[in-house]
């Protein structure tokens, strides 16, 4: 029947391209066992992109043989083919395999880069690295794969050290390279940085897409530098909406929730269309300032006049507003008539307005409904079950998170100081100035003690924050990289420290009194929204 090579590698591309896979793989099998010909490299990549529609690694083993057999393992279609298959799998061990059993061709950083953006993109950033490191060659794609890739796995300080790499290898980093960059300017907090990038990309004329524009704006925001982000913003093309979207979310984040709303009308005079990120943006400012009639009015219009239907986020940013303004019977009637299932960050957010205010009834209907309790959610039950002081079920809730090894997430703070950011892990005894660094913590605490702080000691009780709990509060990240920065800049200079999580209210009660104390600015960025501290008060008037 197929009396050609060409033939048997038509009929394969056509199942293929007709979205049947599966038939594609019947059609090789056909072609083995008629014997005739043998398959050739075009079709061995074919039937390789069909296993990888499929993930059909049994399959793709088997070819994989057959492509050493037949010696097609030096044809670099087929390797790539073999290769990207195998990173689809997520057998990315194999795949450097592949890649390392064929030296001649491992030069071509096209293969080292198809394992990288797998590897980064299934979260294993250290493989991608040390894929990275033998790459004998490397092109712009591997430099931007693995910036990209440091970020997207919360690994932001890499990125930026990856990124200066690069300049000092004269490679010409590109549009993908500054918006990569420019967001791990921004979960860090590393303004200088950010604005030598911001530099950078004028002195290579970059031109400014929606993309780049909008990754500046929120940079500036998330530096703490909300009028640059205004700048930059008032000088690029408006007319895509996620421009806005980064100049709404930047006010929200500040606190400014009325001018984030003044803007959302500009937008809408100037005939650019809301989407449902511009509305999350606005609902989250509103909850951040306990707008909640203005949030409400909002949430209506997204349906009612854009016919955007609310997401779970839209729903869940409701649940929060309405939750911490003391509404619960309302934020409860928003779960009961959310159209989708509504999730555990939804349900947190009743329990934890539950807990403010005292209405233990309501909590322990949250927690019923959440099918799978995760630590957060353990803790804050066995706080409310404290709090009415029912010690049994609290305990029983605590033994159950302890069979279960729920731990909380990691907090991460980062402070620029001289233009180098530094990261500070919870409990960090790492830092190669550590020693000094905790003594300054301790003098400073005791100083603030005596000026009247008192520790929040109770939450290692009640904790309601989202950070794994330390034995000592005094080493929340946040603590050690606001040490840090005074430590390292003159009297009078203002600390910027960003960090991965919500900050704890002991924290926050430290910064407001360092603040007074030291007579300090202190900025803080948590993963909520921006908190100013001077002269012992704070921004967010304390509600965040
Ligand atoms: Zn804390
Ligand atoms: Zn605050």
């Given at each position: 029947?197929?009396?050609?090579?060409?033939?048997?590698?038509?009929?394969?591309?056509?199942?293929?391209?007709?979205?049947?896979?599966?038939?594609?793989?019947?059609?090789?099998?056909?072609?083995?066992?008629?014997?005739?010909?043998?398959?050739?490299?075009?079709?061995?990549?074919?039937?390789?992109?069909?296993?990888?529609?499929?993930?059909?690694?049994?399959?793709?083993?088997?070819?994989?043989?057959?492509?050493?057999?037949?010696?097609?393992?030096?044809?670099?279609?087929?390797?790539?083919?073999?290769?990207?298959?195998?990173?689809?799998?997520?057998?990315?061990?194999?795949?450097?395999?592949?890649?390392?059993?064929?030296?001649?061709?491992?030069?071509?950083?096209?293969?080292?880069?198809?394992?990288?953006?797998?590897?980064?993109?299934?979260?294993?950033?250290?493989?991608?690295?040390?894929?990275?490191?033998?790459?004998?060659?490397?092109?712009?794609?591997?430099?931007?794969?693995?910036?990209?890739?440091?970020?997207?796995?919360?690994?932001?300080?890499?990125?930026?050290?990856?990124?200066?790499?690069?300049?000092?290898?004269?490679?010409?980093?590109?549009?993908?390279?500054?918006?990569?960059?420019?967001?791990?300017?921004?979960?860090?907090?590393?303004?200088?940085?950010?604005?030598?990038?911001?530099?950078?990309?004028?002195?290579?004329?970059?031109?400014?897409?929606?993309?780049?524009?909008?990754?500046?704006?929120?940079?500036?925001?998330?530096?703490?530098?909300?009028?640059?982000?205004?700048?930059?913003?008032?000088?690029?093309?408006?007319?895509?909406?996620?421009?806005?979207?980064?100049?709404?979310?930047?006010?929200?984040?500040?606190?400014?929730?009325?001018?984030?709303?003044?803007?959302?009308?500009?937008?809408?005079?100037?005939?650019?269309?809301?989407?449902?990120?511009?509305?999350?943006?606005?609902l989250?400012?509103c909850s951040?300032?306990g707008?909640v009639?203005?949030g409400?009015?909002?949430?209506?219009?997204?349906?009612?006049?854009?016919?955007?239907?609310?997401?779970?986020?839209?729903y869940g940013a409701m649940v929060d507003l309405l939750g911490r303004a003391g509404f619960l019977e309302e934020a409860y009637k928003i779960i009961?008539?959310?159209?989708?299932?509504p999730?555990?960050i939804t349900w947190r957010a009743l329990l934890g307005a539950c807990r403010t205010h005292g209405n233990?009834?309501l909590g322990?209907v949250a927690?019923?409904?959440?099918?799978?309790?995760?630590?957060?959610?353990?803790?804050l039950?066995?706080?409310?079950?404290?709090?009415?002081?029912?010690?049994?079920?609290?305990?029983?809730?605590?033994?159950?998170?302890?069979?279960?090894?729920?731990?909380?997430?990691?907090?991460?703070?980062?402070?620029?100081?001289?233009?180098?950011?530094?990261?500070?892990?919870?409990?960090?005894?790492?830092?190669?100035?550590?020693?000094?660094?905790?003594?300054?913590?301790?003098?400073?605490?005791?100083?603030?003690?005596?000026?009247?702080?008192?520790?929040?000691?109770?939450?290692?009780?009640?904790?309601v924050?989202?950070?794994?709990?330390?034995?000592?509060?005094?080493?929340?990240?946040?603590?050690?990289?606001?040490?840090?920065?005074?430590?390292?800049?003159?009297?009078?200079?203002?600390?910027?420290?960003?960090?991965?999580?919500?900050?704890?209210?002991?924290?926050?009660?430290?910064?407001?009194?360092?603040?007074?104390?030291?007579?300090?600015?202190?900025?803080?960025?948590?993963?909520?929204?921006?908190?100013?501290?001077?002269?012992?008060?704070?921004?967010?008037?304390?509600y965040?």
């Amino acid at each position: 029947m197929m009396r050609c090579v060409s033939g048997q590698y038509y009929i394969i591309r056509a199942s293929i391209e007709k979205g049947s896979p599966q038939k594609a793989l019947l059609d090789y099998k056909a072609i083995l066992f008629s014997g005739t010909i043998q398959p050739d490299h075009r079709t061995l990549s074919s039937i390789l992109d069909a296993c990888k529609i499929l993930l059909d690694l049994r399959f793709a083993t088997s070819i994989h043989a057959r492509i050493i057999k037949t010696g097609f393992q030096l044809d670099p279609s087929v390797l790539s083919s073999l290769v990207t298959t195998y990173v689809a799998s997520d057998c990315l061990d194999r795949a450097y395999r592949v890649l390392y059993e064929a030296p001649e061709l491992s030069t071509d950083p096209l293969f080292g880069n198809l394992i990288i953006d797998g590897c980064t993109k299934s979260g294993e950033f250290d493989n991608a690295n040390r894929v990275f490191k033998q790459m004998s060659q490397r092109d712009v794609v591997s430099w931007n794969l693995m910036i990209a890739g440091a970020v997207r796995n919360g690994r932001p300080k890499e990125a930026l050290s990856v990124f200066r790499q690069m300049l000092g290898l004269n490679f010409r980093p590109d549009g993908f390279t500054f918006s990569s960059v420019l967001s791990g300017c921004a979960r860090t907090g590393a303004l200088n940085e950010g604005k030598r990038v911001h530099q950078l990309m004028m002195e290579n004329g970059i031109e400014l897409n929606s993309i780049l524009s909008s990754a500046l704006i929120d940079m500036y925001s998330k530096c703490g530098r909300i009028q640059s982000a205004k700048q930059v913003f008032e000088s690029v093309q408006r007319n895509n909406v996620s421009v806005w979207n980064a100049m709404i979310t930047g006010l929200a984040i500040h606190g400014l929730a009325l001018d984030a709303m003044a803007l959302f009308s500009r937008m809408e005079d100037e005939g650019v269309t809301p989407d449902s990120i511009s509305f999350l943006g606005i609902l989250t400012g509103c909850s951040h300032c306990g707008l909640v009639e203005e949030g409400r009015e909002h949430f209506d219009l997204m349906r009612s006049h854009y016919s955007i239907e609310p997401q779970l986020e839209h729903y869940g940013a409701m649940v929060d507003l309405l939750g911490r303004a003391g509404f619960l019977e309302e934020a409860y009637k928003i779960i009961k008539a959310m159209p989708m299932q509504p999730d555990m960050i939804t349900w947190r957010a009743l329990l934890g307005a539950c807990r403010t205010h005292g209405n233990a009834k309501l909590g322990e209907v949250a927690v019923e409904q959440m099918a799978h309790l995760n630590s957060g959610d353990c803790v804050l039950l066995s706080n409310i079950y404290s709090a009415s002081k029912r010690w049994e079920n609290a305990e029983r809730v605590r033994d159950e998170m302890k069979k279960m090894g729920i731990r909380k997430k990691r907090g991460l703070s980062w402070v620029e100081v001289g233009g180098v950011v530094h990261q500070f892990k919870a409990g960090d005894r790492s830092h190669p100035e550590s020693n000094s660094l905790h003594e300054m913590l301790e003098r400073l605490s005791q100083r603030i003690k005596m000026e009247g702080f008192v520790p929040r000691r109770d939450l290692v009780l009640m904790d309601v924050s989202e950070e794994e709990k330390e034995g000592n509060l005094n080493l929340h990240s946040e603590k050690l990289a606001t040490v840090y920065g005074i430590m390292k800049t003159s009297p009078g200079t203002e600390i910027r420290v960003s960090k991965n999580l919500r900050t704890c209210h002991d924290c926050h009660g430290w910064m407001k009194m360092v603040s007074r104390v030291l007579k300090r600015i202190i900025v803080m960025r948590d993963r909520i929204r921006f908190h100013r501290f001077e002269n012992g008060s704070c921004s967010c008037g304390d509600y965040w």
